[in-house]
């Protein structure tokens, strides 16, 4: 049941509970700066998992960052339920699992959740909150967390905000590159899952043709030793004067580079929904998910509707993506052998010359505009 009525007029402590991976807090500041700017007395806090807790790093619109972790001990509880318990006005779940309802049962009384499907084992959490909305693929996450506010009659707002950097003057005295009057290109070849990766092969293939055009090529990834490992094998094979930026620079200091960046290329990974919340051209691989559900998000886009279709290559503002080949496409499954390490023959399968002529037609246009 919906119960508008008995949901504060006037909060002022909120928190926001976005226990994901790194896309998924970005893609919850719209709605953490609708509240804001709706309720600008209140302190609003958001609780993330540690090791996400940089993609809000700078954001003006939060008052403290709670953290804790993917596996809590009992410690772990120990300090985290202290901070949340009766601490709020209301609480805000943008994750349908157990854990994060749990923690928004003790943080308030009041309480506006996502929430799984009515024929799931999480049916009864509809019956612990004052506004709920079904989780469901067919709606963009950014929307759905949107959908979240029509409890409290707010004006949403769409737009991402991504880390901010505070020491830009000694980022770019540490890496000439960002101001030089060389264009460059920013390459991320590594997703956090196995199944959702281009080919190294087609990366380099590509990083040649970027570099025939006169572009620099800088190389980011993860802070794993699989990502930065893979991403050197690549550098090694590409032409000279590529600048990996593997395992160096924060993910706010990352921002601010691919911000002046002439384009970004990248798989369907956190990175990518930073990229195109800087608003420069964006062309995200896609395979095996599905972009209605997970696309990067435009920047400039104001509508309720899904930006993107199921199928198809397709261009939303500044995003242009692609998908691989087959009639499977998107299967929404984790690769062709259903687990996180998989391989994707839709994506082994994109050529890239594709995405060359891509790229040089993005160029062609902006070279007109």
Known sequence: MTDYKSLPPNPKRILVIAMRFLGDVLLTTPLIHSLKLAYPDAEIDVLVYANTAAMLEGNQDINQILTTVNRPTFADYGRLVPQLFRHYDLAMVTQSGDRPFLYGLLATTKRVALVPSKNTTGWWKRYFVQHWVEFDDNTHTVLQHLKLLNALNIKKYFALIPPQCSETEQLLKQYPFINSNKDYVVLHPHPQWAYKQWTSEAWIELGHYLHELGLTLVLSCGPSKQEIDYVANIEQQLPEGAINLAGQVSLAQLTTIISKAKLYIGPDTGITHLAAATGIPVIALFGPTN???????????????????????????????????????????????????????????LSAKKIQMLVLSILQKDKKA
């Open 291 to 349: 972009p209605v559900k997970w696309a990067p998000f435009p920047v400039a886009y104001q509508s309720e509707a899904n930006p993107f279709d199921k199928i198809g290559d397709q261009q939303v503002n500044n995003v242009h993506l692609i998908q691989g080949a087959g009639d499977c496409v998107p299967c929404d499954l984790e690769g062709c052998d259903r687990h996180r390490l998989s391989h994707s023959d839709c994506l082994s399968k």
